[in-house]
């Protein structure tokens, strides 16, 4: 692999890092306990559903991207899953807390909340290219951008 090919792969490993290994693995092996968090928003089953879906995604899409593997579709797919994630419990405003002097729930969760949007303009970085047109996207959306072949990277 060429100096630069190990640089977008850094750079791309930054931008997965927090998904592979860390929350995937914080779902897998507290399974009962995320279970219990996805509860705060789904029913019974439901969360069950929708921790495995989050597994799954928290998988695939970043082997995707690191790969460069369908990678823009993956980037699009992780784009959602932080700003859905966020919406649904990073909810800053629901504490009431959050004009309070001192240390806050609300403004805790809305550090985080932006967190989720900042993660969600890189990835959608990765979906436009480094020429930031989406037309290419929509026209191939599982294409990859070859990022690892010189003269190609994320075109």
């Not at 279970?35 to 995604?57: D, K, M, S, T």
Request: glycine share 10%; proline share 5%.
């Amino acid at each position: 692999m060429t100096p630069a090919a190990m640089a977008v792969f850094g750079v791309r490993y930054l931008l997965v890092m927090l998904f592979l290994p860390f929350s995937l693995l914080d779902k897998v092996l507290n399974f009962r306990g995320a279970v219990g968090q996805a509860r705060e928003i789904a029913p019974g089953n439901l969360a069950v559903v929708l921790i495995i879906c989050g597994i799954f995604i928290e998988l695939l899409m970043p082997l995707a991207i690191l790969t460069g593997t369908a990678d823009r579709a993956a980037a699009m797919v992780m784009a959602g899953y932080c700003m859905v994630t966020a919406l649904l419990w990073k909810q800053f405003w629901k504490p009431g807390d959050f004009w309070q002097s001192g240390n806050s729930r609300g403004r805790n969760l809305f550090w985080d909340f932006v967190k989720n949007f900042s993660l969600a303009g890189g990835f959608l970085i990765l979906v436009v290219g480094a020429h930031g047109t989406f037309g290419s996207f929509l026209a191939h959306p599982l294409a990859s951008s070859h990022p690892y072949t010189p003269g190609h990277a994320d075109e």
